[in-house]
């Protein structure tokens, strides 16, 4: 009888041996892979450059920060107070590095390995590196397209606005500033 207990706890033991090494060798691949989706994701964070969000992130940590900064500056002391400022830009550059691997972290969550991997071969391709090169002067051109929608936008506003109300000369006058202003800002751009 104890020996049948015996092999029954020894069978047991094996089993739960077993499985755990089965689990830490699956958690063991499963880490691997995490590994390597995050090194993908690092080369197409690199590759995108200022478009991988980084850029940007940083930009709204930056505003933030000097906002708060110039809240808390000491009244009358331009000297104190350029020092903090100075102290605070040099604590959102310094994080820069921690941005770039939370965005790395957040391009491996929501990408495969495979289309991690397929997105860097892209961008190390002629052309993705021409997208990358070429960008700029695409999201410039896009951008002076945009701008010079602007007074018919405002047109539209004030017509739809204006039939839902009745609108008052103050609002007609402001709608009027405003389409002004966007026809200066189109005229002076090149």
Known sequence: MKTAIFK????????TAATAAGANAQSGAAAAQS????????????????????????????????????????????????MLTAAGKLAVANMQAQVAEATAAAYA???????????????????GKALLERREVVTRQ??????????????QTASSYCKQVTCTAAEWQAFATLLARAANEQNARP
């Open 8 to 15: 029954s706890l020894s069978l047991a033991a094996a089993l």
């Open 109 to 127: 969550a929501n990408f495969t390995a495979e289309q991690l991997q397929a997105m860097s071969a892209f961008f190390a391709s002629s052309a």
């Open 35 to 82: 590994q390597l989706k995050l090194i993908e994701a690092r080369r197409v964070v690199q590759a995108l450059g200022p478009d991988s969000g980084v850029n940007q992130a940083t930009a709204e940590v930056n505003a933030t920060v000097m906002t708060e900064l110039e809240r808390a500056a000491p009244a009358g002391d331009s000297q104190r107070a350029g």
């Open 142 to 155: 896009s951008a002076t397209l945009a701008r010079a929608l602007l007074p018919e936008v405002f047109n």
